[in-house]
């Protein structure tokens, strides 16, 4: 069973920067993904960005594209999110997921296999 621990969140102004990092442990498959996505309070988890472990294949979505940066290094097993310009609006809690069989719907949380515990990024105004 693959497991997945998340770091770098933190407190930071409006316009700041954060790195995230999930450490991934077990083993993928040659067509997973991993996944990053938020929740904030009373919200529903929203996708952010994932990518296909093998390939490095990209995703984002349209709240994050031009200032978020996700990244793999397969042979440290781990994922990086990281976030430029940050908004109030991106304040939530942020977790990364495992996915398996990675080949669509690579937006739906529901499809993730395994999770981490999250890590908190707190945007001030």
């Known amino acids: 069973q693959v497991q997945l621990v998340e770091s770098g969140g933190g407190l930071v102004q409006a316009g700041g920067s954060l790195r995230l990092s999930c450490a991934v442990s077990?083993?993928?498959?040659?067509?997973?993904?991993i996944g990053w996505f938020r929740q904030a309070p009373g919200k529903e988890r929203d996708f952010v960005a994932a990518i296909n472990w093998r390939f490095g294949r990209a995703y984002y979505s349209d709240s994050v594209k031009d200032r978020f940066a996700i990244s793999r290094d397969n042979a440290k097993n781990t994922v990086s999110l990281q976030m430029n310009s940050l908004e109030p609006e991106d304040t939530a809690n942020y977790y990364c997921?495992?996915?398996?069989?990675?080949?669509?719907?690579?937006?739906?949380?529901?499809?993730?296999?395994?999770w981490g515990q999250g890590t908190q990024v707190t945007v001030s105004s």
């Open positions: 077990g083993r993928t498959g040659g067509s997973s993904a």
């Open positions: 997921a495992y996915r398996a069989i990675a080949l669509t719907m690579i937006n739906d949380a529901t499809k993730y296999d395994s």
